[in-house]
Nanobody, 118 residues
């Protein structure tokens, strides 16, 4: 059974950092491209960042470029999202997504809430 478990969310003040983790199990992690999405209240889910299997290139939404960093540890089956200089508009539920190479089979985590507020 495939599981993606996000952790690290919480309440943080504007300008502060937070690091999210997504631990994968039940799949061969090195067969999956990984991504972080987020969904704010009343808004559609949007792509935040993605990292391919080799981790040799990354892509970010314009709104987070220069502030967020996605990384993966294939030995730990974990993908991370380091978020710096957080803003109130970063408040959302953050989801981890795994997409299998070639077949594009997709799995989602349950989400973790990030709230940026003073």
């Amino acid at each position: 059974q495939v599981q993606l478990v996000e952790s690290g969310g919480g309440l943080v003040q504007p300008g502060g950092p937070l690091r999210l983790s997504c631990a994968a199990s039940g799949l061969t992690f090195t067969n999956y491209h990984m991504a972080w999405y987020r969904q704010a209240p009343g808004k559609e889910r949007e792509l935040v960042a993605l990292i391919p299997i080799a981790g040799d290139s990354t892509n970010y939404a314009d709104s987070v470029k220069g502030r967020f960093t996605i990384s993966r540890d294939n030995a730990k089956n974990t993908v991370y999202l380091q978020m710096n200089s957080l803003k109130s508009e970063d408040t959302a539920v953050y989801y981890c997504k795994a997409t299998k190479r070639l077949t594009f089979t997709t799995y989602w985590g349950q989400g973790t809430q990030v709230t940026v507020s003073s």
